[in-house]
């Protein structure tokens, strides 16, 4: 990421924000700037498991009418995405909670259905744990599993609402049965390449109540050394 944002003591520097991440368990990475940036948005969002805050920020700079709900499980990423969204210009439309998805949605803690969810789940299901509790909570599924992602999401969301998310590759299979029993449809799936010659290791996902032609699609975030055009176009309003 280093190439790609301006790095500042803490963090790192946007266009119209910064994004500290000392105090959070999973540190600003390509998978959240993805997700901000290529996510169809709404005018209530919902992020789920928020971290740092950065990709709450990224929904609020691309779409200026929306109102952004950000909500984790850890006190200490609570904090830190408090403190990033107090310091940018977003600070009236973004509202962050200390819940973990379960209870939100489980005790109707909201005024309205959801027009967009976005979610960096974490992904890790049998692999090593770290010391860093908080980490291993952001990193692996024990707290939030896709099947309660999923099912909770579902719960949350408008009729034409749309779930953005952004998982491993290997992953995928296991979503779209997720999906089918909860009777959601994957609309778009975007495979992402760090180059042409590797094979993807992330994709992107749409997911809807309604079915339709399933677009599917292939990106590379490198070329020749540097951002591809598509990374470097979804991206221009947000890197220095």
């Not at 309205?112 to 010391?131: A, Q, T, W």
């Not at 692996?140 to 779930?163: F, M, R």
Request: with cysteine.
């Amino acid at each position: 990421m280093s190439n790609d944002i301006k790095k500042i003591d803490g963090g790192f520097a946007f266009k119209q924000f910064t994004v500290k991440h000392d105090q959070c368990a999973m540190k600003v990475g390509t998978d959240g700037v993805l997700l901000g940036a290529w996510a169809y948005g709404g005018k209530h969002i919902l992020d789920i498991g928020t971290g740092t805050g950065l990709v709450a920020l990224m929904m609020a700079q691309r779409f200026p009418n929306a109102n952004i709900t950000a909500i984790d499980i850890d006190d200490r990423a609570i904090r830190q995405a408090q403190e990033n969204i107090n310091c940018s210009p977003f600070a009236d439309r973004v509202s962050v909670k200390h819940y973990s998805l379960q209870q939100y949605a489980d005790n109707n803690l909201f005024a309205n259905k959801f027009d967009c969810i976005v979610s960096n789940p974490p992904f890790f299901e049998e692999s090593l744990r770290c010391p860093n509790e908080s980490r291993n909570t952001a990193r692996h599924t024990d707290t939030l599993s896709y099947e309660e992602l999923v099912y909770h999401s579902n719960k949350l969301l408008s009729d034409n609402g749309i779930i953005n998310i952004i998982i491993p590759v290997d992953y995928i299979s296991r979503i779209e049965s997720v999906c089918a029993y909860n009777s959601l449809f994957i609309t778009e799936k975007l495979l992402i390449r760090t180059t042409e010659r590797k094979l993807a290791k992330r994709v992107l996902l749409r997911i809807e109540k309604h079915s339709s032609t399933i677009i599917c699609t292939e990106q590379n975030l490198m070329c020749d050394g540097c951002r591809s055009k598509w990374y470097a176009d979804i991206t221009r309003d947000f890197y220095l």
